[in-house]
């Protein structure tokens, strides 16, 4: 499990693992809106226990909820240190034309927790969530479009596709870079400079690999003569039960402790 990361399924037989997808869709969508509406101290800490509490749920390992987030904690950091010197109000520190405020470090803070909360979220569905079952998820909440000519099917594979290689390209990445490093490539130097530089090694041949898998994927779906435009039935057709129901009153009753929170600016 040491590899495992957003995107990739965990099969289990907990309580989130038997959720009809639809249900975890339609929870995950939830949970981002809660985060956006978050704003205060109090609010954060509720989130984050209801969080922990998904996750023991969800009978997936902390560690590997945490390792999730480890790909975009350069982008956290990129866009805090922005809010942090360009958010105007009470002076902290300053010097020449950068300062720091205590209203860019709390927009800091609580931007950061957004983000990962929102991305340890979501993760929760794909490790408790097949792509098959993602699949018929999307395209059975989404099947009103069609109705106005929206190829509902299409997005969905799209989707699942997305989904399904980013595991995949996680996994692709650290074989270059063992390969660039098996032919005398350094990596991991402090100058920004010479980061850029390393980049290039592994970007380049990732680029192709990808290109070479889409070529592949193409022409097995060809060859399976798989054709989007055929109404297929299911093996296993959705259905919601008293789990789901639950499962989505808790998150409504969680969006209206957010609201009445924020109202009432505690």
């Known amino acids: 499990m040491n590899s495992t990361v957003i995107g990739q399924f965990i099969p289990g037989n907990s309580f989130i693992h038997r959720l009809d997808p639809r249900t975890k869709i339609i929870a995950t969508a ?5 985060l956006f509406l978050t704003h205060s101290v109090i609010g954060f800490c509720i989130t984050l226990i209801f969080l922990i509490i998904t996750t023991f749920s969800s009978w997936i390992s902390l560690p590997i909820i945490l390792r999730s987030v480890k790909p975009i904690i350069p982008i956290v950091l990129f866009t805090s240190f922005f809010n942090i010197i360009y958010t105007s109000g009470d002076v902290i520190w300053s010097v020449g034309i950068l300062q720091i405020t205590k209203q860019g470090i709390e927009i800091s803070i609580f931007l950061s927790l957004r983000i990962l909360l929102m991305v340890m979220g979501s993760s ?13 998820g999307i395209e059975s909440l989404l099947s009103p479009l ?9 997005f969905s594979m799209m989707i699942t596709l997305a989904i399904r290689f980013i595991p995949t390209l996680s996994e692709e990445v650290q074989k270059i870079k063992d390969a660039q490093q098996a032919r005398g490539a350094s990596f991991g130097s402090k100058k920004i400079n010479q980061r850029i530089k390393e980049v290039l090694p592994i970007l380049i041949p990732l680029i192709y690999s990808s290109f070479r ?4 994927l193409t022409n097995a779906i060809e060859c399976r003569c798989y054709n989007q435009k055929i109404k297929r ?11 789901d129901f639950f499962c989505i009153t808790i998150i409504l009753v969680l969006l209206i402790v957010i609201i009445v929170i924020q109202n009432k600016g505690i």
Request: hydrophobic content about 40%; cysteine-free.
């Open 124 to 136: 929760i569905l794909t490790f408790t969530t097949s792509l098959t079952d993602i699949t018929s």
């Open 233 to 243: 039935t299911k093996l296993n057709p959705l259905k919601y039960h008293k789990g």
């Open 213 to 216: 898998r889409a070529f592949d």
């Open 30 to 34: 939830l949970w981002i809106l809660i």
């Open 146 to 154: 069609e109705k106005v000519g929206v190829r509902i099917s299409d």
